[in-house]
């Protein structure tokens, strides 16, 4: 028996009807197409498809669509405003905090909270909040290094920063 | 990978999620989904019918009434971990909260679908048991405590009775305020800030100077699987201690038997005793003594292997307490 859910999902309200059985990642990717989201481990260990629900990031593989119904969701789709990439995104790609980009997704959604609830994090703490993210190519390096960086950038130019906390907000249901 | 199909229904009170769990036989009730959603997909569990009980906010609380703390069942690990309150009341819930698996588990996890999953390794079981916690269930007939030492019956088996849902879990605040001794060791332990509220001695972190040691003090130490984070092995301890003497101890260990067990024989080793390094490691050499129940053993840690980790964990829990950091 389906179920009726409405999640809105980066920014947009989406309404559907799934299977209870039908896991957010899959809803995501499969349903609305947004494939940035990955699916590498699949029992919540790898944190490749890490999304944030109302704000909390979350594992997408171990959440159905239908806990969501209700819910905003942002994916890594829903990072960029006006064609400008979000600075934790720009800090991955200029320390190269990538290499195949698989958990690049996943990681780049944790670091938005994680700066979010902690702006000027030690570099421990940055290990310490990548808990739930593997990356098998950097060794997490320059994973790291991009996030001690988002953080400058966000730090020295807060309107950005606020702009795309208000955006998770104004989703927030 | 999906999990089998299941009919599925959202719970708009607790009262409401009894009666669906009435009227459905073979229901699961579904909180943060952290634990039943794993095993259905891997075919460990089959319910027909899932009752979502995530939206009922009644459930997310924390409180401190005098010398106890209530948390509502549906209390995130995070909330858990983030709470003034519970720092201020026993520091020693937050720490473990703050080490439950990773932020986004922590985010989703709660400590009711914690328990009622009763794991017998789990953090939540360990700790609950040391602190002599207690749970409170509700049914169609109105709601009941169980203590935790009654709690759990075996390995995933608990006495919610099949049509009772667990509502909060009521935990005594700790008389003293352990603070944050900067001690890096990865048990459990986060980077929050030291709160030197109400207690009045130093630790000596040199790892002499026992002998200011008043109070009562709670740790945890646990070994973990390296990847999901699950715990293997835990020890929690909770020592009230004066002139660094030890008055008396609690001690519970988890994934060993099992449930979740007081280590008896541990906290009568203790109990009279200088909390030494050397007392502390006679004393935990007790552990296996009177836990009776056959040690238990899995793909991650055979049961030889949980003998010898087991006393390490407590032993590094009681150096803990006492501001001694282990090797
Ligand atoms: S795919 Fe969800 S945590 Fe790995
Ligand atoms: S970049 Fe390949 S897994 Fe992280």
New interface residues.
Partial sequence: MKVPIKVTVNGKVCESEVEPRTLLVHFLREELGLTGTKIGCDTSQCGACVVRLDGATVKSCTCLAVQADGMAVTTIEGLAQNGNLHPVQEAFWDNHGLQCGYCTAGMIMTVTELLQRNPHPSADEVRAGLEGNICRCTGYHNIVKATLAAAETMAAAPASTTATTEATEATGG | ????????H?AGSVAEAIALLISHDDARL?AG??SL??LM?LRLARPST?I?I?GLGDLKSISVHGDAIRIGALTTH?EIAASHDVRHANSLLAEVAGGI?????R??GTIGGNIAHADPASDWGTVLTALEASVEVQGANGSRTVAIGDFFQGPFATAVGENEIITAVTVPTLTHHEHDTGH?HGHGH??HGHDDHGHGHEHDHGGGGLAALHGEVGEYAKMSHP???YPVVGGAVIVNVENSRCVSARVAVGGLVPTPVRARAVEAALTGQELTADNIAAAVNHLADDLGAAIIGDVFASAEYRRVVAPVEVKHALFHAIGLAHH
């Fill in positions: 990978m999906y999990t089998p199909e299941f009919d599925y959202k579904l989904g952290h959603l794993p997909r899932l979502d995530g995070g698996g990773d932020p986004q588990v985010n989703r890096g986060d980077e990847a999901s984070f």
